[in-house]
């Protein structure tokens, strides 16, 4: 039988961040290749800097490679098409602070095309699945770093994807916040929404996801199970060094 579409591709992906205002330049990946199979959690993991973000900006076709190539459902990431099919929450998710968390929703759902009852209702249901209902009518202005990234959350599920992109969706959320969060996930997992995960904790990716790659210094370093990762090493050794050159 024919293997199915891997969810997303990243082929030899090398980016390099050219010279400039007093910067050298800097590869921050280097030949990097994975691939998220149609209904996996996988998890992106390394210290800041190590380059999970740069790998999911290609991935997403928000950054063009400096080498290599990435797919999305087996199209080139930077057609529109296969992007619509994707839900990200970007690493310091940020809205209109003057707007409530129900327009914040309705205002992106009219981007991407949605509107109506339809959108209202999905809108109103999503705020509920992120336990955001009774801060639906609260100005985006007063949330807390964890409403933030569930309101992101939110957002980033509302069209319907098949594929999401979590870009360290528990930094600076509470322990209670993080548990919601990684609830959520699970519950992507059950309706077979692939999921694509980035962290600087190993901990936290242990219970949701199917597989890992760990980076540093924009290198994929190892790629398994958590749990045969951890039995082969000493894993708190990769995940705390911190790569950034700054
Ligand atoms: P991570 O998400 O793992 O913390 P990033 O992918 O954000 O890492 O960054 C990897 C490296 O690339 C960092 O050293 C960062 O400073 C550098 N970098 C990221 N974006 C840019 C950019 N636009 N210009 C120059 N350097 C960048
Ligand atoms: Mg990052």
New binding site residues.
Partial sequence: SVPPTPAVTVENLTKV?KAGLG?KA?V??RDLSLQVQPGEVYGLI??????????MKAILGLLAPTQGKTTIFGRSSTEVASRREVGFLP?NPYFYKHLNGLETLLFYGRLCSMGGKELKDRAREMLALTGLEDAADRRVAGYSKGMLQRLGLAQALLHRPRLIVL??PTAGVDPAGSRKIRDLVLGFKKEGITVLV?S?LLEQMQEVCDRVGI?AH?KMMREGRVDDLIAVENHTEIVLED????
């Fill in positions: 961040f910067k800097f921050a990946v390394g210290p800041n800097g190590s380059g999970k973000s740069t790998t690493e870009d360290e980035t600087h980076m924009g790569a950034s050159p700054e």
